[in-house]
């Protein structure tokens, strides 16, 4: 193990290595860097609608319609208050994420912040938490979403 | 040269190998590539210009690999 002085600065040099131009701007200014996504997160979506979807041949059948309208009634009503949030999020045309080394990265959407309890299961310095929750958001969001339990 | 770099509580840890040449070099950069996703860990392949994409399996030919630890919580 090398001191941590040393470690910052390596993963320092490794994070601005892998910024673009702006992040890089954003970072050096503020010590976090922003990612903006556009556009419906479909996994959550789908994911969610699945959870119904062992019921919708019951409706099919004359017999057992209304078993599977109450059913489904029911599902629906469980579930909506977990589905409020996270169709709210799906739907989000502009999603902005805020990236520090300080904490998980802070979604802002519709006006509101939603903090993620979410965090690396290995000891990173600093900067190398900004690259690794960078890669992620940037490269695979799902993943991000579904460990965080939105999906 | 291509590098896999192995973030953890150091900076990165790295494996440098010629991607013309299956030496030893890139077996132990492939053999750790995969060990790693194993256990969990994350793959992207970094470009030049802040971008990259998550693989899931070891191209020597890729110029930089970043491995990062698993995320937990929620």
């Keep these: 193990m090398i001191p941590a002085i040393e470690a910052h600065a390596r993963a320092e040099r ?5 910024l673009t131009a702006a992040q890089r701007e954003e970072y050096t200014a503020t010590g976090q860097i922003s990612i903006v996504k556009y556009g419906v997160v ?3 979506l789908l994911r969610q609608l699945a ?7 019951l409706l099919a059948v004359p017999m057992w319609r209304t078993l599977g309208v109450v ?5 629906v009503v469980a579930l909506a208050p977990f589905w409020v949030s996270r169709f ?3 739907i989000t045309r502009r999603r902005e994420w805020v990236i520090s080394g300080r904490s998980a990265p802070v979604l802002r959407a519709r006006g509101r912040a939603v903090r993620f309890c979410v965090r690396f ?4 310095p600093a900067a190398d938490r900004v690259l690794a929750w960078k890669n992620l958001i940037e490269l695979s969001e799902p993943t991000f979403l579904k460990t ?3 999906m | 040269m291509a590098v896999l770099r192995v973030l953890n509580v150091n900076g990165d840890d790295r494996v440098e190998w010629d991607p013309e040449v299956a030496d030893d070099r890139m077996r132990r950069a492939r053999a750790l590539f995969d060990a790693k996703l194993r256990a969990g860990w ?4 970094a470009d030049r210009e802040g971008g990259g994409s998550q693989i899931r399996t070891f191209d020597p030919k890729k110029d930089e690999i970043v491995l990062q630890p698993p995320i937990a919580g929620g």
Excluded: G, K, M
């Design chain 1, 121 to 124: 299961t290995e000891d990173l």
């Design chain 1, 148 to 150: 965080a339990n939105v």
């Design chain 2, 42 to 45: 994350f793959a992207f392949e």
């Design chain 1, 88 to 90: 709210s999020l799906a």
């Design chain 1, 51 to 57: 959870v119904v979807l062992p019921i919708v041949p």
């Design chain 1, 71 to 75: 059913l489904l009634a029911i599902v």
């Design chain 1, 42 to 44: 479909w996994a959550i």
């Design chain 1, 14 to 18: 490794l994070l601005h290595a892998h």
